[in-house]
């Protein structure tokens, strides 16, 4: 199975700021890598697929890049409806595996 | 719109059996395949396996060959997950979730709908 590397794994930033958050494969996946957000209580909500493909009705602010085993998910000014937390999945290798998640926090 | 409604929490002793339904609407049902996911309290998500509404193939992840079983009911668009001898590491949210991708085996799955997920407590 391909591991999946999150770091770091809890951010604390103020709306408004930028972020990048990490994903690291423990092989290469190509570009086969999503990216979903989760709030308590709700299931994880596709974001990002295959990189750098917004998932309907997801803001620009949200971008995605990377190749191989190293990948990153941009928030570019963050909202307070973004303080969640993001887990990456790989889809290249069966069986689909999935990082253990940032939490991005308030300040 | 595409929606999955899943059963209600249950609560199981060790060894006990737990089958969790979820009725899709919104969407072509036969078309696309289905996946289990669960989630452990504090961890990332865990795919358990997937099953292909309209010829019933199924696949499962190597962790829970011999314990877990999908089905499916076309004529309620209904997907259901039975795991058999629970313990308590099998407490977790369950959920069922729609593979995006219209053309191919199931294998490279991208999750763009989740149900509402299922608590599943097992606990003597």
């Known amino acids: 199975e391909i591991a999946l590397t999150q770091s770091p794994a809890t951010l604390s930033l103020s709306p408004g700021e930028g972020v990048i958050l990490s994903c690291r494969a423990s092989?290469?996946?190509?570009?086969?890598l999503a990216w979903y957000q989760q709030k308590p209580g709700q299931p994880p909500r596709l974001l990002i697929y295959d990189t750098s493909n917004r998932a309907t009705g997801v803001p620009d602010r949200f971008s995605g890049s990377g190749s191989g085993t190293d990948f990153t998910l941009t928030i570019s000014s963050l909202e307070p409806e973004d303080f969640a937390l993001y887990y990456c999945?790989?889809?290249?290798?069966?069986?689909?595996?999935f990082g253990q998640g940032t939490r991005l926090e308030i300040k | 719109q595409v929606q999955l409604v899943q059963s209600g929490a249950e609560v199981k002793m060790p060894g006990a059996s737990v089958k969790v339904s979820c009725k899709a609407s919104?969407?072509?049902?036969?078309?696309?395949?289905m996946h289990w996911v669960r989630q452990a309290p504090g961890q990332g998500p865990e795919w358990m396996g997937m099953m292909h509404p309209r010829s019933g193939s199924t696949s499962y992840a190597q962790k829970f060959q011999g314990r877990v079983t999908m089905t499916s009911d076309t004529s309620t668009t209904t997907v259901y997950l039975e795991l058999i001898s629970l313990t308590s590491d099998d407490t977790a949210v369950y959920y069922c979730?729609?593979?995006?991708?219209?053309?191919?085996?199931?294998?490279?799955?991208?999750?763009?709908?989740w149900g509402q997920g299922t608590l599943v407590t097992v606990s003597s």
């Open positions: 999945q790989q889809r290249d290798t069966p069986p689909a595996t």
């Open positions: 919104g969407f072509a049902f036969t078309s696309y395949y």
């Open positions: 092989q290469g996946v190509s570009r086969w």
């Open positions: 979730a729609k593979d995006q991708v219209v053309r191919g085996d199931g294998t490279r799955p991208i999750f763009d709908y």
